[in-house]
């Protein structure tokens, strides 16, 4: 039972009755430092029955909290939702919180010498993350430092393409222009670090990758990612195989597309998708970000049953999120990826071999 992430459910739905925008967002922040606690709250609690301090939680939260801790659940909460005539809706919104791991439970899982799976010390470099060439805010020199600092031996940068604007995607002169820095970098830490050249493209409606055949050429590691129809029930079956099936493809990212609390993400037979990907070699990733963890932990069972590759990535988009790796490697632990299968526990020479031959 993960009661941090219990509580922070219940806070969300409570904020999500707010009337005053301040609450809302008061509640909110109250759920998101409770999900980033590293340890169970159940440890806060003081002999007193009081609740240790933790930052940005007030004491309404506080009080919703030590009422969880000792009934199990918020009356509080619950009859405000029955009053407020949106219990539909925030059912719905709890359906959408499946298989979500807290950071206490990430770390439980990485502690966890039970788990047969990769730990920390197996994975040697993360292959999805944005810099400040579209949407993120680490530049390529500090996703060096913060990737050496790691212990890793590489990282992917796989900025937007062009085709998601919304996302400031990048066009193919500043790819050209990233390259020559990557290059430059890549000399000054030659046996030490290398930044493989990436992309994370965008899968269209139909399962093609927005981008051409010979500009796919020109990167080492190609991300296919859905961006849209992440809301709509419809079965994407043959969206999803066909973007596996695309040329050029390496890795499935966020395959589902999904945000916690808020979207479901793709619908498909994900069987199916699995054996395509493992057909086409594509590896299947793990996005770390915590408000995707995508796949989850049971969703990768079934890959590693189709016999798929993984790929473990943060998705950050500063280097504080580079930790988010730690949240897929979590994932691959309760799933009992074998190291082998997952391509960031690779030496590096064998990555880039492997990122060759597509
Ligand atoms: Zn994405």
Redesign the pocket.
């Known amino acids: 039972m993960d009661m941090n992430g219990k509580i922070a459910a219940l806070l969300r739905d409570f904020a999500a009755i707010q009337k005053s925008k301040q609450s809302m967002w008061g509640y909110k922040r109250a759920a998101s430092a409770i999900l980033a606690l590293e340890e169970p709250i159940e440890s806060l609690l003081q002999p007193d029955g009081t609740l240790r301090k933790i930052p940005n939680i007030g004491p309404s939260s506080t009080r919703i909290i030590l009422e969880v801790l000792q009934t199990g659940t918020s009356p509080t909460i619950e009859s405000a939702i029955e009053e407020s005539g949106q219990a539909g809706d925030i059912e719905r919104r709890g359906e959408l919180r499946g298989h979500f791991l807290s950071r206490a439970q990430v770390i439980a899982a990485l502690r966890n010498k039970k788990l047969h799976g990769p730990t920390l010390a197996d994975y040697h470099g993360d292959l999805q993350m944005h810099s400040t060439w579209s949407d993120g805010s680490q530049t390529l020199d500090a996703i060096v430092e913060a990737g050496i600092e790691r212990g890793y031996q590489f990282c992917g940068v796989t900025d937007?393409s062009y085709g998601l604007p919304i996302a400031r995607g990048v066009s193919m002169h500043q790819l050209f222009e990233q390259h020559r820095a990557i290059d430059t970098l890549n000399k000054e830490h030659r046996g030490r670090f290398r930044l493989i050249k990436g992309i994370?493209a965008n899968i269209r409606a139909d399962g093609s990758v927005d981008m051409k055949r010979q500009e796919l050429r020109q990167l080492e590691l190609v991300v296919a990612?859905p961006?849209s129809a992440l809301r709509t029930t419809a079965d994407q079956t043959e969206r999803m195989v066909n973007a596996v099936k695309a040329p050029g493809v390496h890795i499935l990212?966020?395959p589902r597309g999904r945000k916690y609390g808020s979207r479901p993400g793709v619908s498909a037979n994900w069987d199916r998708v699995f054996e395509a990907a493992e057909q086409s070699r594509v590896a299947i990733e793990i996005d770390g970000d915590p408000s995707r963890q995508d796949v989850d932990y049971e969703l990768a069972k079934r890959a590693v049953e189709a016999g798929c590759l993984f790929a473990l990535d943060s998705?950050a988009h500063s280097t504080a999120e580079l930790s988010y790796a730690e949240t897929a490697i979590a994932h691959a632990r309760l799933a009992g990826v074998p190291k082998d299968r997952i391509i960031n526990c690779w030496p590096l020479e064998r990555l880039l071999n492997w990122l060759r031959r597509m």
Do not use: N, Y
């Open positions: 937007h994370e990612a961006h990212g966020h998705d």
